[in-house]
């Protein structure tokens, strides 16, 4: 490591708030799939700013919708229509499926309005205010203070006393624990069609659609978190699409703007008529134009260049090549996951492995102590995933 870069780091320990334990390098740029540090050194990037940079760095277009909407107006406020929130809000509705859209910064403030949006329908349709949320162990939905409270780890929660949401947590796949739960004052069910943080876990097609006809029986909101694993990564540009099961509500972000800060929350029309009406939510930020000219942009190249389909396309050989590593490797016990979307679990902590591939010039990142967590841009070719194993076989050879 040179000096600048160490002086740098050493800045930054000084002056940022702790709370993340970062890795010790400064990243500088980015070019299609590679990262380059601040001593230019290179690196395969199978991590996308965790899921963000579906089209790599400097897609051919997109940075120049950027340079021509900063040339407009970056933010209006709420109180006035923006063409680029409009274009983005028709091109998600198109995506997405869904009937209604609401901007706002991140997936965390996605989450946060979805779940107000289950409890405002809820209010209208029962009238009571005491109600409850469903979520599931091993999720994770952001770390603002309601995405905290349906996030299904203790660890994340126990500093900060009573969350804002009396929540009851089941089991992933298991739909007689959400039966179990289910009482009259049961506003919404929240779920990650695939568990990211939890473990690359895909939720099963018979178990959301038990979650459907269970949440429709009894009127309650279906909420979706998508913000993850949606936007092309598992093939579909939303993980439900495979299956045909529209949620009445979905959390999207992360990959929307492929590098800048945009989610959005959408509802179905028939939940919107009961849901959220005028100053009963709001932000300053969300939906401003940089943000959805960089969504709009996005989707369209989604569109032109069909993304979910080359997921589909790759997502084989991907799988093929991890599988063989956890075949010829005793330590990796299982890979886990679909699509680009992927983990491989192990016998014991992967921090050594992320540590050792870094050095190597490949980024990867864990998804809990034992697993290793693939993520990478969705535009990436077979040279890369070859390039991947090829750093990452000698590694694993010397764990015995």
Known sequence: MSEKMQQLINEAEQDLLHTYNRYQIVIDRGEG?????????????????????SLGYHYPGFDEALKAQIDKILHTSNYYYNEPAIRAAHLLKEASRMDRV????????????????????AYTRRGQDDYEV????????GRTFGALSV??????????GTMPCNVRFAEMNDLDSVKALVTDKTAAVIVEPVQGEGGLIPATEEFLRGLRELTKEKDICLIFDEVQCGMGRT???YAWQK???????MATAKALGSGVPVGAFLLTEETAAYSLTAGDHGT???????????AAKVLEIYKEKDIPAHVREIAPYFTEKLDGLASKYSCILERRGTGLM???VFDRPVAPVIAEAMKNGLILINAGPNILRFVPPLVIGREEIDGMVSILEPILSGLG
């Open 151 to 160: 996030t299904g780890n203790a660890h994340y929660r126990e500093a900060f």
């Open 102 to 121: 609401f901007f706002t910064n991140s997936g965390a403030e996605a989450v946060e309005g979805a779940l107000k949006a289950a409890l405002k329908y």
């Open 134 to 141: 469903i979520a599931l162990e091993h999720s994770f939905h």
């Open 342 to 344: 992927q983990g491989l």
């Open 235 to 237: 093939g579909y540009m």
């Open 284 to 294: 300053t930020y969300g939906g401003n134009p940089f943000a959805c000219a960089a």
């Open 33 to 53: 799939t590679r990262l380059y540090d601040a001593d230019g050194k290179e690196y395969l990037d199978f991590v996308a700013g965790i899921a963000v940079f």
């Open 243 to 249: 299956y045909g099961i529209r949620p009445d509500i």
